[in-house]
DNA sequence: CAGTCGGACATTTTT
DNA sequence: TGTCCGACTG
C-alpha cells in the first residue's frame, strides 16, 4: 500500500525494461517465498513469455477456469459460484496478464470491496509473480482507489490535495450542526436519518441538484435538497470529503475534464473487478467512465461476481448491474464458474434447491466430484426456544470436539455459528462462557470506531489539519478544560461569521474579552499546544510526535485517572494505535489509512468457535456451520420483507444461501418454536426456507432434546382452529408448494412434533391481513377487547407452566410462575386453569 | 460538569 | 427486556 499521497509517482511509473534474463520462469502457487534477487515482475513476464509450453500456474486449473485466465481482452463476466476458486482465477489472471507482457503491473487497475479481499488478493499475486507487489499500485478498493485519484486532481474540484476524510460519525456531527443552524428540530428529523439518504442518494451518484423531489420533501419540512447542498458546502469549507464522495468528486472531474480522464484510459490497459454483484450505481457510473474506449478498441474489463451471493441491496448495491453486463458492455464473454471445490454434494444440493427458488437470477448450478458414501446430510433441528437452541449446539460442537460421531476430534477453528441478527449472538455467548467454550465473535466494533482512538485521531487530524473544524470541535474541551457549551457556541459563531477555522478563531477571540478569562486562558493553552505540535510536524518522527501530543495534552493522563473499568483498556487501544503507526512514514499517511483501511485483526493462535453474521461470514468457510434462527420474522426477517417485497425476500434467500454453502462437510440448521423478542415471548413459524430445501439432501434431527409440553393437549386449541396459520400471507412458489404440501411432505418431513409446531403454534388470530410478526399482531388485535383475565387468575403457560396473574396491562401480563418466577407474557399464551 | 433518570428503540455494514 | 442517548438536576 502507498504510505502517503505525495510520493505516487504517476505516469511515470512504468517497470524499467528488463535487466537480465529471468533465471527462473515464475514458478507455479506454491508458496515461493521473496523473489530471487528482486527480479521485478516484468522480468518475470518476459521470461515467461520465452517459454514454448504454457506457463505453470495454468496448470492446476479447470477448463473453465482456464478460460477466464485466458480471456483477457475485451469484456468479460466471471459467474462465480461460491467455492469455485473465484480468487484463484482473479490472481491467476493478473499474474497471466503479467506474464505474457500485455501490462505493466502499473498499467492493472484492480477493484475490490473490503480492504480484507484487497490484502488477500496482494498476497496471492505475491506468491504468483513472486513478491514485487509494491508494483501493483492500482490494486485496491473503490475508495483508497477514489482517494488516490482525488489527491491527484482535487483542485479540480474545489478541494486541496490534503483533503481530510470524515467517517460516519463526523458527518452525522457535522449533519446536526446543519440541521440545528437551519432552525430545524433535530429530534424530529435526526441527523443520523439525514446521513443515510444523503448516503443512499450517494450511492445513486446524485448531486442535491439531483435528487428525486419527493426524496427531498421528505425531509425536514421540504428542506431535503438545500440541507444536501448545505452539507456539500460545509464539506468544501473544510476541505472534507465523506466516503460517497471518494467516488462522486472523481466521477464529476472525469466528466468536467475529459483530457484527464484519457490519461487514465490510456494508462489502464486491463481493469479487473471483483464482486461485482455488490456494486452499487456511483461504482457502476465510476467504472464505466474508466472503462470508456474509443470504437474498435477493446474493453478490457473483467467483472468476476456472483449474483446468487448479492445480499448488499440494502446498501445501495444494485445486482443489476451484474444482470445488465452483456447490454453493457457489447460482446461480452460470460464464463461461469460451477465447479465446486469446498463442499459436499449434500451441501451444495440443499443449497442449489434453495436458491433456485428465487426469480431474479442468471442461474447457475454448483456440482462437485468429490462425493462420499459417508457424507453428512443437511441436518435441520427444532428447538423449544432460543435457550435450548444455544444449549444444543454447544452440545454438539462439544460432541464434535471430542470426536464422538466419527472418532475425529474437530478444531474449534473449523466450526462456526451464522447468525442473521446480531442479537441472537448473545445466547451463544452466554452458553459458551457457562460451559468454558471459547468463542470468538466477528464483526464487532472496530478499533478505529472507539471512542479513544477517535479522540487521540482528532489531535492528530488537527495537527494536520489545523482547518478540521469537527476534530477541534471534538477535543478542544477532552480532557476538561472547563471550555462549556458557550465559549464553543461563540468560537462556532464567529468562525462561521469570517468563514475561518475555528483554531484561528479562537486565536483571535482570546485577544479579546468576549471569552471569560478563564476559558481563554485554557484556550490559549489549547492554541499554544497546537501551535507548537505543527512546527514539530515536520521536524520529529511521527510516532515521538504522536507519543508527546497524547501526553501534553493530558489525554493519557485522563484515561490514566479514570477509574472505570474500562479505562485500562482504553488505554492499551491508544498504545495500541501508537505502534500500529511504526508501518507508516508519516501522520499524514497514517491519517489516510486509519480512515480507509485500518481493523483490528483477531487473535488466530486460539482455537474457538467463530460466531458472526451472515454478512460477515460472506467469503470464508469452514468445516461446521451452525445456521440458528431460521423462524419467519427473523429469517427471512420481517423487515426485509416489509421493506423490500418480494427482492427483499430473495435477498434474504440469497442469505440462507450463502450461510450455507460456507460449509464444507457439515450444516446444521436450527429453528425454534418460541423466541424472546424485546423482551416478549413469542412464538415462532418454522422459516419458509425449510421448506424450500430438497429432502433427499436434508435430514431432520431426531429428538436429542427435551419438548416439554410441546403441543400437549388443551393449549391453544380454539385459536388455531380457526385462523388457517398458512392463510393468504406469502405468494411465493416455494411458499405455495409448502402450503399445498403442508398436510403430507411438510408435516412427514419435518416430522410431528414440528409439524404442529408450523400448525399449532402460529399467527393466532391474525387475520388475512397479517404482515407483522404474531407478537405485534397479537399486541394490536387484543388491545381493544378487554382482558379475558382478571388480576390473581391462576392460569397455564406452555413455557413458564402455572402462576398467578400478578397484574394486566392491555393484552400484556404479568405473572408470577411457580418455578419460572415473574414474567411478561402476552395473554394470546396463556390459559385459566 | 457529573451522575442519574426516563424514553425510544431494537437487521444486515464497508468504506 | 436491555441498551443507548439526551435531558435534567444537584
Known sequence: MSNGFDDIPFFDEEEPAPRKPAQAPATSTAASGPAPGGLGIAARAMAARDQTRAPDYLSGLN????????????????????????????????????????????????????????????????????GAVEGMPWLGTFHSIGVKILRRHAELVGLRSDFTILDTDDVVRLIKQLIQAEGIDDKRWPAKQFAQMIDGWKNKGLDPSQIPEGDARAFANGKGRELYAAYQNRLKTLNACDFGDLLLHPIRMFRANPDVLKEYHQKFKYILVDEYQDTNTAQYMWLRLLAQRPPGVPQNVCCVGDDDQSIYGWRGAEVDNILRFEKDFPGAKVIKLERNYRSTEHILGAAGHLIAHNEGRLGKTLFTDRVNPDDEKVVVHAAWDSEEEARAVGEEIERLQRGDSDGKKHALNDMAILVRASFQMREFEDRFVTLGLNYRVIGGPRFYERLEVRDAMAYFRLVC???????????????????????????????????????????????????????????????????????????????????????????????KNDKSAEAPGRLENLKELIRSMEAFESLRGFLEHVSLVMDAEQNADMDAVSIMTLHSAKGLEFDTVFLPGWEEGLFPHQRALDEGGRSGLEEERRLAYVGITRAKRRCHIWFVSNRRIHGLWQSTMPSRFLDELPVTHVEVAESEQSYGGYGRGGYGQSRFDKADPFANNYSTPGWKRAQANKSDATRDNWGT????????????????????????????????????????????????????????????????????????????FVERV
Open 63 to 130: 477448463p473453465e477456469q482456464r478460460d477466464a485466465v485466458e480471456t483477457v481482452d475485451g469484456p468479460l463476466l466471471v459467474l462465480a459460484g461460491a467455492g469455485t476458486g473465484k480468487t484463484r482465477v482473479l490472481t491467476t489472471r493478473i499474474a497471466h496478464i503479467l506474464a505474457t507482457g500485455r501490462a505493466f503491473p502499473s498499467q492493472l487497475l484492480a477493484v475490490t470491496f473490503t480492504n480484507k479481499a484487497a490484502r488477500e488478493m496482494k498476497e496471492r499475486i505475491g506468491l504468483l509473480v513472486g
Open 465 to 559: 489539519q489545523p482547518a478540521d473544524d469537527l476534530a477541534f470541535e471534538r477535543i478542544v474541551n477532552t480532557p476538561k478544560r472547563g471550555l462549556g457549551d458557550t465559549t464553543i457556541r461563540t468560537l462556532h459563531d464567529y468562525a462561521r461569521a469570517r468563514d475561518v477555522p475555528m483554531l484561528a478563531a479562537a486565536a483571535d477571540l482570546i485577544e479579546t474579552d468576549e471569552i471569560k478569562p478563564k476559558a481563554r486562558k485554557a484556550l490559549f493553552d489549547v492554541i499554544q499546544h497546537f501551535r507548537r505540535w505543527s512546527e514539530l510536524l515536520e521536524t520529529t518522527p511521527h510516532i515521538e510526535l504522536a507519543e508527546q501530543i497524547l501526553e501534553e495534552s493530558g489525554y493519557t493522563d485522563m484515561w
Open 753 to 828: 412434533r414440528s409439524g404442529h409446531a408450523v400448525e399449532r403454534i402460529g399467527y393466532g388470530e391474525s387475520g388475512p391481513k397479517a404482515k407483522t410478526i404474531d407478537g405485534e399482531l397479537v399486541a394490536k388485535s387484543t388491545t381493544s377487547e378487554p382482558s379475558k383475565f382478571t388480576v390473581g387468575d391462576r392460569v397455564f403457560h406452555i413455557k413458564f407452566g402455572n402462576g398467578n396473574i400478578a397484574s394486566i396491562e392491555g393484552n400484556k401480563l404479568t405473572i408470577n410462575f411457580d418455578r419460572a418466577g415473574e414474567k411478561r407474557v402476552l395473554d394470546g
